[in-house]
């Protein structure tokens, strides 16, 4: 069997390897239009700003050792122009001497990536703007910042846009980062971000939001980057990190069916509408693992586990099948760390999914064993068995190992009563005897059982017309004098029983506390002294999220 795989890094070059370890036989060619058949994209910042202090490190595995250890026929600088389906060849040039064949196949596999989106705007081509996808587009960058680059500008506030700013500030380089829309990371919901632009804000990052680049200008000192508000911000270097779009152009030209956003369609088998022809990596359509929709997550795991996939399903493995994308993502900021996996709120509601949704506020590890650091969790799972839907979490060590658990969680079809159950590993320096995945459980299930009725942060935010609820503080007074929600009244938890005479009986009362704890106690006093009460899910904690004191990010100026 003769198999011709266009694209290297992760989806081609797993699908080249493992198609060898599956068949001794086959000719396997693998064309790359670029010099390096697979590269370590997602740490090119990090050369940028330092960290991998030695270039050859990116270069995951050289195109001699493929030829070597694998038997493949790799052909680098080497462009696919045309797909002839009827003849199953393909037209490669040679980038090299310029010239032109044909290359017949049995299968075909595209793994052509995903290119870079620049926005349509003035000056959009000036030296001293790059995008950052590829080993020579760093090397660009990283020349200009070795030289001495004083300020510059990051359009973009995703992973890479993030990544780009914190090596940049490691470089002791003024950064600015612009993005389009009031939040960063757009696939997180907005209220798990706010502290992530604070944090910026605290390493001297100055975070605009709800503003874009309009136009980019040569100047004196470098460039100037005008954005929509009408101000201008001067740089010696802007790095473009606003997404990418799948490199379809091979595809469409030969019929095969796309997205309405691009993507390659694919079956769960990874082959596209002409069965000898699959399609993997950035490139493609995925289904939504939780919604079970069309879309597209380019991420280097999935791409990897598709190119394997691929080759498995080539050579015979007929019950080969890839389940879906779940989104499961992280990024790390200055020793902040986000991430995500499956469904977001904003999603859920997108596809008119019902859901309920647990905040929790708990530390890393043991609160008694130095080191520990809170992070926040937030859980989305259905509101009648309770099966898990998605994930978000903020905050410093052990961010990591909670949502790879419930990545896992979700890829299992588990439910928060789970959670509950869950047996994690213990000691006082890695978690706590209640994790905060069992916590999470804990809450999830009590509001599925009706255990302690919850009322969400944005009906506060939002208040009804006419007569609002009672806002109950039971924190401490100096908790309380600290900072609290408007208009709340203050009886600590431990003085309530002794205080109820306080409290209005004729309307609804909301209980609430720093994270939910003492909030879920005073909710079941009330609830069983004859109050129509709840608790403030999440607590103070989650209301800041939704009402930063200061954010550290300005917007449209």
Do not use: W
Not at 110 to 120: F, K, W, Y
Not at 196 to 205: D, E, F, R
Not at 284 to 312: C, H, M, S, W, Y
């Amino acid at each position: 069997m003769k198999i011709v795989i266009v694209g290297g890094v992760a989806g081609g070059a797993s699908a080249a390897t493992r198609a060898r370890r599956l068949s001794e036989d086959s000719h396997i060619v693998l064309f790359e239009r670029g010099p390096n058949v697979s590269f370590a994209n997602c740490g090119l910042p990090y050369y940028v700003g330092g960290e991998i202090a030695d270039r050859d490190k990116l270069l995951v595995v050289s195109p001699e050792r493929l030829r070597e250890r694998y038997k493949l026929d790799v052909r680098i600088r080497s462009s696919v122009e045309a797909i002839d389906r009827r003849a199953k060849t393909v037209r490669v040039r040679d980038l090299a001497s310029g010239r032109e064949y044909d290359e017949p196949y049995d299968k075909l596999i595209l793994a052509p990536g995903a290119r870079a989106v620049l926005p349509d705007v003035p000056g959009i081509d000036l030296p001293g703007i790059f995008t950052l996808r590829d080993l020579s587009d760093v090397d660009r960058i990283k020349k200009l910042v070795d030289g001495g680059t004083g300020r510059a500008v990051v359009v973009g506030g995703g992973y890479i846009g993030l990544e780009m700013v914190e090596n940049l500030v490691r470089r002791g380089i003024a950064t600015t980062l612009v993005q389009s829309q009031d939040q960063l990371l757009s696939s997180f919901d907005k209220e798990m971000t706010t502290s992530i632009a604070a944090h910026l804000a605290a390493h001297g990052v100055e975070v605009i939001l709800n503003n874009s680049a309009v136009s980019f200008t040569q100047a004196d000192q470098g460039l100037e980057v005008r954005l929509r508000s009408g101000r201008v911000l001067p740089a010696r270097l802007v790095v473009v990190g606003i997404g990418v779009r799948p490199e379809n152009k091979l595809a469409v030209a030969a019929g095969l069916a796309v997205g309405p956003r691009g993507g390659i369609r694919v079956n769960e088998h990874l082959q596209t509408d002409d069965p000898d022809i699959y399609a993997v990596g950035d490139a493609i359509e995925v289904e939504d693992f939780v919604l079970k929709v069309p879309t597209q997550i380019p991420l280097a795991g999935p791409a990897n586990r598709q190119g394997r996939l691929a080759a498995n399903h080539i050579f015979g493995h007929a019950d080969t099948r890839y389940r879906g994308t779940q989104g499961t993502a992280i990024v790390g900021i200055f020793g902040k760390t986000a991430a995500m996996t499956g469904a977001s709120e904003k999603s859920l509601e997108h596809a008119g999914r019902a859901y309920r949704k647990v905040y929790i506020h708990s530390n890393n590890h043991a609160g008694y064993f130095p080191g520990a650091e809170v992070m926040a969790l937030k859980v989305l799972f259905d509101p009648i068995d309770g099966k898990i839907l998605g994930a978000q979490a903020v905050g410093g060590d052990g961010v990591d190992k909670r949502i790879d658990v419930l990545s896992m969680a979700i890829q299992a079809g588990m439910t928060v009563f789970d959670l509950e159950e869950s047996e994690l590993a213990y000691a006082p320096q890695y978690g706590s005897a209640k994790d905060p995945i069992n916590m999470a459980g804990f809450v999830a299930s009590g509001l599925i059982r009706g255990e302690h009725p919850q009322t969400e942060v944005e009906r506060i935010l939002d208040p009804t017309p006419g007569r609002g609820p009672f806002l109950l503080d039971v924190r401490t007074p100096e908790e309380f004098e600290q900072g609290h929600i408007p208009e709340a009244v203050n009886i600590p938890v431990d003085e309530l029983r002794h205080r109820l005479s306080e409290i209005p009986q004729d309307c609804e009362v909301i209980a609430y506390c720093q994270v939910g704890q003492r909030g879920q106690l005073a909710t079941r006093i009330l609830l069983q002294t004859g109050f129509r009460a709840s608790n403030l899910g999440g607590g103070y904690k989650t209301y800041r999220l939704f009402m930063p004191m200061s954010s550290g990010a300005s917007e449209s100026h």
